[in-house]
Nanobody
Framework: QVQLVETGGGLVQDGGSLRLSCAAS????????MGWFRQAPGKEREFVAV????????DYAESVKGRFTISRDNAKNTVYLQMNRLKPEDTAAYYC???????????????????WGQGTQVTVSS
């Protein structure tokens, strides 16, 4: 089991950038697939990005493809989400999550993940 803590959220202007970090404690971080989700007020939690255990395979939601990059450093037990060209519609609480599954198509589903962080707020002003 891993415990997850997200940091790096904040207020940024339209077109700006932020880098979120998710630090894991516990055993076996490098064996988990790691994902990022987000949830805006009044909306369902939605998939943002996922990285395989090695970082060699990634997948992104269409709405963030080309703007966001997921990466991980297994030596530091940390996964990152670099967010560029942010838009007001990116405003949400962002969550990282861990899963033992490895089929990227299935990892777009929140129910595939077993461990979740508490979230970090990202607000993009217009």
């Amino acid at each position: 089991q891993v415990q997850l803590v997200e940091t790096g959220g904040g207020l940024v202007q339209d077109g700006g950038s932020l880098r979120l970090s998710c630090a894991a404690s516990g055993r076996g971080f490098s064996t988990y697939t790691m994902g990022w989700f987000r949830q805006a007020p009044g909306k369902e939690r939605e998939f943002v990005a996922v990285s395989s255990w090695s970082g060699g395979r990634t997948d992104y939601a269409e709405s963030v493809k080309g703007r966001f990059t997921i990466s991980r450093d297994n030596a530091k037990n940390t996964v990152y989400l670099q967010m560029n060209r942010l838009k007001p519609e990116d405003t949400a609480a962002y969550y990282c999550a861990a899963s033992k599954a490895n089929v990227l198509r299935l990892l777009r589903l929140a129910g595939t993940y077993t461990n979740w962080g508490q979230g970090t707020q990202v607000t993009v002003s217009s």
